[in-house]
DNA sequence: TTAACCATGTAATCTGTTACATGATTCA
DNA sequence: TGAATCATGTAACAGATTACATGGTTAA
């Protein structure tokens, strides 16, 4: 049982999905490809914690859709009361900003205009998606209650807006710092 | 070459270092071990991109400083001006959340927290931080030039601050969100 | 007709973590 | 006396990416 193992018990704890839906699902909190998925979906299911059924398609491939086990779910219980680990961060263009001077401005202005792109396109994303679960949940999501099916996805979404918020303002600030020099 | 060689080379670009220097100064953008760093120094040693020299400590073990080669700095060059990959962030924290409904409040309470309490001293390690690169810098931060050897790390370090607060707002609302179930 | 999406899987490779190994100094 | 810091390395394992493989449908 690794994290992602987790992560994907999680998701299906909130209704059944199949694997290349998890695969969609699971990239807001935990990036990963259908090749890690899949076998981890087989040992799980192995493992008693996962169950599926064929779901014949017509107009697409047929389509295997895993539910959660009780046993899955106490898994998943006990996992949460355990420490949890520090998030982890990796960014490549911090380390190109780190030695932008090996370059020239333009250059350095190209990639920060690119990222601030990425980071438009994410927050749209992101405003489409909390849209759609505050149609699904029913109710104002600024009252929504921790038994509401719906808590989960928009604490989620919620941290992923105010962190691409705050990139795109470090986005703008460090342009700003560049045309000063 | 990956991309902890080229975070590597990004350090020594502005001095010369040992092993375990970059093993600590490169947490802030690209978290690795030493048992990474020790092999990867030695490759890029043998590929002709770094060098060092073993400099002999009384007090403490001798230490090889490694110092980036002309080679080094042409191989960062080019890098920077290729396509940069998306940023990766995992956080098992937020996958907690998602299933949050399966245990009690005071879990929840508890989790963000304690992540309230890592963002903190995290704030504070980032706040020591840039009170260091400005006198290192020997002007006002606001004003550095892209070409001051200190702009690389004030841009770092203010997207760290960034995003913590960020976080830390996220802690404080979801805590709020939660006391409101 | 070509690309994109749906859908599932395996194999090879690379990246990253944990553990093993050694040994001196400093501080509580 | 025991823990923490400095300092460097290797080995085993786990996690993640890329590539290989197959094949139908839909929309530009």
């Not at 008693?48 to 017509?58: A, K, N, R």
């Not at 009780?70 to 355990?82: D, F, H, T």
């Not at 921790?146 to 105010?162: Q, R, T």
Request: hydrophobic share 40%; charged share 20%; glycine share 4%.
């Amino acid at each position: 049982m690794n994290t992602l193992s987790y992560g994907l018990l999680s998701l299906l704890n909130k209704s059944p999905r199949s694997g290349y839906e998890l695969m969609q699902q699971i990239q807001l909190f935990w990036p990963a490809r259908h090749s890690q998925i899949y076998p981890l979906l087989a040992k799980l299911q192995e493992a008693g914690s996962v169950e599926f059924i064929i779901v014949p398609q017509s107009d697409k491939p047929d389509k295997k859709v895993y539910s959660i086990t009780q046993a899955g779910k106490n898994l998943l219980r006990e996992w949460i009361s355990q420490p949890t680990a520090d998030p982890i961060n990796r960014d490549e263009l911090m380390i190109k900003i780190f030695c932008i001077s090996l370059t020239n401005l333009n250059q350095a202005e190209l990639l920060l205009s690119q990222r601030e792109c990425y980071y438009r396109n994410k927050l749209l994303f992101l405003n489409e998606k909390i849209e759609r679960i505050s149609l699904l949940a029913g109710a104002p999501l600024e009252s929504l209650s921790m038994h509401n099916p719906s808590f989960g996805s928009y604490m989620l979404v919620k941290k992923a807006i105010l962190n691409t918020e705050s990139n795109l303002e470090w986005c703008k600030w460090a342009a700003m710092m560049l045309r000063n020099s």
